[in-house]
């Protein structure tokens, strides 16, 4: 099974899973969902999200996401990101894991993630 992750707010994803689907905020703008390889997801984190502890990783199999999803780096960079070009629905999503950063600030890959990494 391949799988991409999202990272979001607990919050967030409490409601993604009430309603059965997840839809970020930034969506409007961007017209897809960020998403990450698994070897990606501590600097996604430590890159973009210092300083919040109410996070958690959504795990996708991206076999089954029902649109779009285009490897590829919009910045101008070299390493591609997959990017999820829909609305996410829920049952796709096959864990949720807490992500929080470690005493010194940094976040690291959830250990049940490591792993199978």
Known sequence: M????????????E???????YVPQAFS?????HCSRAEQVAAVAN???RGCDDLVLLEIDRERVPCRVVDE????????????YG???????VAVHAL???????FEL???LRRRT
């Open 110 to 112: 959830p250990a049940a």
């Open 2 to 13: 391949a799988r991409i992750h999202h990272i979001t707010s607990a919050p967030e994803a």
């Open 47 to 49: 890159a973009f999200y």
């Open 73 to 84: 780096n919009l910045d101008g960079g070299r390493e591609l990101f997959p990017h999820v």
């Open 29 to 33: 703008a961007d017209g897809f969902i």
């Open 100 to 106: 929080q950063p470690g005493a010194d600030g940094h």
């Open 15 to 21: 409601a993604a899973a009430r309603s059965g689907e």
């Open 87 to 93: 609305h996410l629905p829920m049952s796709v999503v």
